[in-house]
């Protein structure tokens, strides 16, 4: 499996965007999916997760402004981010997990939100 990611950009406060991470390979439906993001400086942090069952779980900070999703006839996950802020400047990853454990992780995408 190797992902993708894309989508990053330069947005202002209050602004959009929808990162995509693309996987190819098999057993996608199979497996969870997450994003995290490591701002200059900082570790790398928890941003959201999916189940292979579709449920999701959100990093207190972004509740309510991004929402993950999955396209399993695509092979593709997303994170739509609403209502963007500075602080949410980073390099945004994806995380795969397999069901019987593999994890691999994406190439990460730059996120810059100006003020």
């Known amino acids: 499996v190797q992902l993708q990611a894309s989508g990053g950009g330069l947005v202002q406060a209050g602004g959009s965007l929808r990162l995509s991470c693309a996987a190819s390979?098999?057993?996608?439906?199979?497996?969870?999916f997450g994003w995290f993001r490591q701002a200059p400086g900082k570790e790398r942090e928890f941003v959201a997760r999916?189940?292979?069952?579709?449920?999701?779980e959100y990093v207190d900070s972004v509740e309510g402004r991004f929402t993950i999703s999955r396209d399993n006839a695509k092979n593709t996950v997303y994170l739509q981010m609403n209502s963007l802020k500075p602080e949410d400047t980073a390099i945004y990853y994806c995380?795969?997990?397999?069901?019987?454990?593999?994890?691999?992780w994406g190439q990460g995408t730059l996120v810059t939100v100006s003020s």
């Open positions: 995380k795969y997990t397999a069901h019987w454990g593999q994890i691999i």
């Open positions: 390979g098999r057993y996608f439906s199979s497996a969870g």
């Open positions: 999916i189940s292979r069952g579709n449920s999701r």
